[in-house]
């Protein structure tokens, strides 16, 4: 069966300082990958997706980026983070015809 | 492109009465339509879908019903129970694509 793990699941970091998260799935092959945003008591903003290594789309212009350096290894960077980049991070991935499967999210906050 | 509309923002019910959200789209094209569950602090859980070739689709307490024409569908909770309490999402997309677009979500509680 299919999973995906996500990491780390909280996270506190300064402003200014950069970011790193990782998604991973596993149980398929060439799944396409998302990274949304959600902030407190909001819906889901799409951030990046990906249909294969190295192929990123960007939704919206941000302070943030999206690298795919393996078929199931999906990460979100910044270089200096905003206070604004505050909120819950969820990966997701897809493949076929069917519903996304979400993981657990990043709970980001930025002080 | 797809955009969603979900109504009521807020949702709250007694248990064992029944809950519905309801969502609008307005690409004509989409024919998939998923609904999710997030609980505090957890990603969405794919709960129930339905494709465009069906009006209704059931799974024990919930439901959706999708009319086309309109270009609305809803999800039902019949005899809500507490733990029944969370966001739901509603998207659409065609085909599954790049494309699914979300509902702002409900937020639902079911008092003891």
């Known amino acids: 069966s299919q999973t995906i793990h996500q990491w780390p699941a909280t996270l506190v970091q300064p402003v200014g300082s950069p970011l790193s998260l990782e998604c991973t799935v596993e149980?398929?092959?060439?799944?396409?990958l998302y990274w949304y945003r959600q902030a407190a008591g909001r819906g889901l903003q799409l951030l990046f997706y990906s249909v294969g290594i190295g192929q990123i789309s960007s939704e919206v212009p941000q302070n943030l980026s999206a690298s795919r350096p393996q078929d199931r290894q999906f990460i979100l960077s910044s270089k200096k983070l905003l206070l604004s980049d505050s909120g819950f991070y969820l990966c997701?991935?897809?493949?076929?015809?069917?519903?996304?499967?979400f993981g657990s999210g990043t709970r980001l906050t930025v002080v | 492109g797809e955009n969603v509309e979900q109504h009521p923002s807020t949702l709250s019910v007694q248990e064992g009465d029944s809950a519905v959200i309801k969502c609008t789209y307005s690409?004509?094209?989409?024919?998939?339509f998923p609904w999710y569950k997030q609980e505090l602090g957890k990603g969405p859980q794919l709960i129930i879908d339905?494709?465009?070739?069906?009006g209704e689709k059931k799974d024990q307490r919930i439901a959706v019903t999708l009319n086309k024409t309109a270009k609305h569908f809803s999800l039902h909770i019949t005899e809500t129970q507490p733990e029944d309490s969370a966001v739901y999402f509603c998207a659409a997309s065609i085909n599954n694509n790049n494309d699914m677009r979300f509902g702002a979500g409900t937020r639902l509680t079911v008092k003891p």
């Open positions: 690409d004509s094209a989409s024919n998939y």
């Open positions: 339905i494709r465009s070739n069906v």
């Open positions: 149980g398929t092959s060439n799944p396409n």
């Open positions: 997701a991935w897809s493949r076929g015809f069917y519903g996304y499967t």
